[in-house]
């Protein structure tokens, strides 16, 4: 792995917990305001971030051609989908996705009727997360495109999103009501087991329609590094599901469900970016000086936010 490559997973994968959380605080917001009052405060802060990931995508926006095998016509892709791919229009269509994110977040926690703005802004999220997915992870083998794709990942990134809400939320010192918990703990099972049959769907569909490049994408995740992988990453999400499962589960095991709900979408999104080499200790270093500048944007921000302490706190 180079160090380009440690800034795109980096990237990735701190991307994925910013949009994921503007998509839970949409979701929130349309089903219900005081579903997500104990969660609030977090899902905006994480949203709230999405500006820190221009700055991480700067050292990748020279450095394409390490990641992405069409950058130089390397690929042999048809014309249109080679014109689609080239490096200008790429990044033209990678910043245009976080600047709408980024505007969607300041105006979600700044609008009067945040349900109304919430619709109009799903129906941008939708769109931008599917393409931003293909345009940055699958595009990495470009001869496979899938629609079903781009859902599949969103879907990964707003249960990481939710995840890593629930888990600071239970650490922080306010009570939220037992009720409003329960609630989130059904979200976040629901999520998990829709998240599951996405990718499972995924993979039916390669196969009952002998998709060739969609076979090859699977074939080449398919070694035994790759499978051990794979399997560790199912392993940790039928064990989140089966700590959440119970009614009325504990605090315990709120946080171990979304703990390991966590390292499921860590190890799932590794198994999907397969990074060529095994990292150094210096992209080790990028890695974790990344994810440590996005927490602590993260946490400073999350300061500045109402805490809906007494949403939260108030039985439905």
């Known amino acids: 792995m180079s160090l380009i490559d440690a800034f795109y997973v980096a990237f990735i994968g701190l991307s994925g917990f910013a949009m994921g959380s503007l998509a839970v605080l949409m979701i929130g917001h349309v089903m219900s305001e005081h579903w997500l009052a104990p969660v609030r405060a977090e899902v905006e802060a994480a949203a709230l971030t999405v500006p820190l990931l221009m700055l991480l995508g700067v050292p990748l926006a020279f450095g394409l051609g390490e990641i992405f095998p069409w950058v130089g ?15 200008g229009f790429f990044l033209l269509r990678s910043a245009a996705y976080l600047t709408v994110c980024a505007g969607l977040a300041l105006w979600l926690i700044r609008a009067r009727n945040v349900r109304r703005a919430s619709a109009v802004g799903l129906a941008l999220l939708t769109p931008i997360m599917s393409f931003a997915a293909y345009d940055w992870v699958l595009s990495r083998e470009p001869h496979w495109w899938s629609s079903l794709f781009g859902f599949a990942f969103g879907l990964s ?158 039985e439905p």
């Open 157 to 314: 990134q707003a249960l990481a999103a939710l995840a890593l809400a629930i888990l600071v939320t239970l650490l922080r010192p306010e009570p939220a009501s037992p009720a409003r918990m329960k609630s989130l703990e059904r979200a976040l099972l629901t999520l998990a087991l829709v998240t599951l049959w996405t990718w499972f769907a995924q993979f039916i569909i390669v196969w009952l329609a002998n998709l060739p490049d969609g076979a090859a994408w699977y074939m080449r995740r398919s070694d035994a590094g790759s499978l051990t992988l794979l399997k560790g990453a199912y392993g940790l999400m039928l064990a989140a599901i089966v700590v959440l499962v119970p009614s009325g589960v504990s605090r315990a095991g709120m946080i171990a469900g979304s703990a390991l709900a966590l390292l499921y979408h860590g190890a799932h999104t590794l198994w999907i970016l397969q990074p060529e080499k095994d990292p150094s200790w210096a992209d080790l270093g990028v890695i974790l000086g990344a994810a440590i500048v996005w927490f602590a944007a993260f946490a400073a921000v999350m300061r500045l936010r109402p805490t809906y302490a007494e949403e939260a706190a108030a």
């Open 73 to 87: 016509g390397r690929a042999g892709l048809p014309p249109l989908r080679a014109a689609f791919l080239s490096p």
